[in-house]
């Protein structure tokens, strides 16, 4: 934040992200895994949140073998759902 223009402003949204509150409801919108301590979630939602648990338990994708084949799979795509 060196360079930023408004490094303050920056700080604030950082530390603001960082609020519990602001925890909780990343949680609830898009099921992101609390990353500061001591936020409560409700079981319910604990159970469908991307956490460092579950994070490593996804599966990894094989990025030298998707992108060998990306530019085909953009032109499958743009042929037959764009188009349509």
Same mark, same amino acid.
Do not use: C
């Given at each position: 934040?060196?360079?930023? #223009?408004?490094? /303050?402003? @920056? ?14 409801a990343?949680?609830? =919108?898009?099921?992101?895994? #609390?990353?500061?301590? /001591?936020?409560?979630?409700? #079981?319910?939602? @604990? %159970? ?6 579950? @994070? @490593? ?7 030298a %073998?998707?992108?060998?084949?990306? =530019? %085909? ?10 188009? =349509?």
């Open positions: 934040m060196n360079k930023a #223009p408004h490094p /303050g402003l @920056a700080q604030r949204f950082v530390n603001a992200l960082l609020e519990p509150s602001a925890q909780q990343m949680a609830e =919108s898009n099921y992101n895994g #609390p990353t500061v301590k /001591g936020v409560q979630l409700a #079981p319910d939602l @604990a %159970a469908k949140v991307v956490g460092q648990e579950r @994070a @490593a338990e996804l599966r990894k994708l094989d990025w %073998a998707i992108n060998k084949s990306r =530019s %085909a799979w953009t032109d499958r795509w743009n042929k037959e759902i764009e188009t =349509s």
